[in-house]
């Protein structure tokens, strides 16, 4: 089914005649409920005629982007979020939208057909769906009524959007002003009551992410009246500054301590609220590992289970549980240490949309959470990219040290004499080089969390028998010193080789390899995974920005591909391709990779890479092959390039790949990307391509 736009001067239709007779006949009957409002106020305070629709707003790029700026904290926090939502909501005549206050979309994540659909109705990135501008509808209407609202078919004030429902509900900031809403629109009428309510739940997610975000040096403090709860959706969440003043406080907060508003609770102390005080809360909740710990309302029996942290922006701050957002909290999401120990900050994880909802792998995810809770390692094998370290990074995430560290080191990525004082650190003056105050290693690093070797097949032997003893004793002796500590951390390691052949060929250590893999793993290729649908657009929302849609074209591209550098391959294909298509729809002409990997042999020897990792043949060297390019592009290439970061080293080549096959035709090199000739000008400036080709006429 198509939906039809109808034009500006079409005849009042029944539905419009109806909306007047209503507003008109003094709304007897509808009574005053928020759609009956909406149309009043559509009428009598916006002047908007039911039998007159306008053109759809859609606000210019340029602008857009300005406001997106200007909005970048809530659309950080809640990209993600909306991603989850839509997976769950597995629809796909739907989007989930996500305004700005005057009802401006600022991110849109849906499927390429339904968009398509919607989109000359305005239901696009940088559509304005307030009430003044759109008449009733989901997203106007709940900043109006500044409210949750679903918006049936018919309740819409216009007839043009009479075939939708949307249900959106206000998201707030942290001080409890309304900034965004975010909404579902659909074909379907149904479950809106089930909707609504995992919209709400998204907002709060959003909502806790805003305060991490915002707050980022101030301690958190998590809590509720049951252990379970605290590091859940539902727990209460709190912001304290140094002197243990309050700076923001989520719903739930004020929910359990009895208090309606923010200026109710900002700037109270701790010790106005529970029998304790900030010091003391952290030096408890650290000696209990941030497992929570039982505090009293002051004047009050009630009970609650509570911890502190210390700010996620200190420098003895460390990966928090995934928790409430489900997702590492933004800025780093981090916590302080256990036992009251200083310790660097690890590993930033990338934010991405995990997905393993290929049936295989999620059950290898649910065995592995079981093994590893009763202290068995885990052994991750599978091809270069497949995912092993967002494997291995959720399943700490989901353990029961997930409130500790989750320490990666590359045995491969490091020379041999550096791996040896990263793992076990070193003391003060250990060697020439070495830092003044000595250095804690990766293995101390993650005791309370998780150790994460990967490409262990790389580590030197003698390096093995040095983990082996620290995986039999539990106690690690840095470098320089005699004196050994204990540790206690959960082992992950991951490697893309065949271990057991190696340990044949005497390069691995028989022992160790059965010390490591207390369970095996197999992460399947990509071109073997059922969920790779799921992947390409939950990748798309998370690599492609905020509007990047692929058309049918280029999905089916994307699925019928072999994939040899898996994942992550797909992830720069993807990120490659939004660039290229600058927020048009991506197309075929916008996956030159995909064109020129597709008569490649199906050999990760010999397909080339798009990002550039070692997988075979260097980036574009099939296309080199092909088309020589002239001497004055290749001339700066590699000094370009190094200027570039890699993404735009990337896009750089497959430009004059195109460029190349077009023989410099930038109209023609337009014409196939679909982007204006002023726009590819920009790029090729961008990207430093040294046009000295006089354009060619067609
Ligand atoms: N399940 C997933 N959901 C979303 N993105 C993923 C998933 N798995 C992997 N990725 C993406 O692919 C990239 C490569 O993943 P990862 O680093 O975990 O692979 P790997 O197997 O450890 O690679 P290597 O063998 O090179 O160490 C990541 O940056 C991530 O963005």
Redesign the pocket.
Known sequence: MVLTVRNAGHPADAHANRVLEVVRGGFSERSDDVVTLSWIRCLNQYNLRPDKPRDPAVMGRVLLEERRVRHAAVLECARYEMTTLYQQLADTEMAVLLTDTDGVILHMVSSPEFAAEVGPLGLRAGGIWSETEAGTNGMGTCLAAASPVCVRREDHFYTQFTQLTCSAVPVCDPAGNIVAALDVTSRSSLMQQHLLVLLTMTARMIENRLIDHQFRNAHPLHFHSRPEFVYTLHEGKLAVDDDGRVLAANRSALFQLGLQSMDEIRSRRIEDLFQTSLPDMLQRSASSSFHPVVTYRTNAASRFFAVARRPASTADALSLPSSASGMPSPGGASMALAKGKARPVARRA?A?????EDPRLAAQLEVARRVIARGTPVLLC?E???????FARSLHESSPQASGAFVAINCASLPEALIESELFGYCAGAFTGAQKAGRRGKIQQADGGTLFL??IADMPLELQSRLLRVLDERRVTPLGTEESHAVDFQLIS?S?RHLPTLVREGRFREDLYYRLAGIEVQLPPLRERTDKLA?IR??LATEGGSDAVLSAEAERMLMAHSWPGN??QL?HVLRTAAALADGEPITRAHLPALAVNLHAPHDAEHVPQVGGERLGAAPMQAADAQTAAPHNAQHDDAHASARLNPIQANERQLLLQMLEQHRWNVSNVAKALDISRNTLYRKIHKLQIEVSHPEQSA
């Open positions: 990338p991405v949309a995990r997905v393993f599978g270069t990219g497949s995912g092993k370290e967002v990967d490409e991951a893309h992947l939950g990748m994942v992550r992830g």
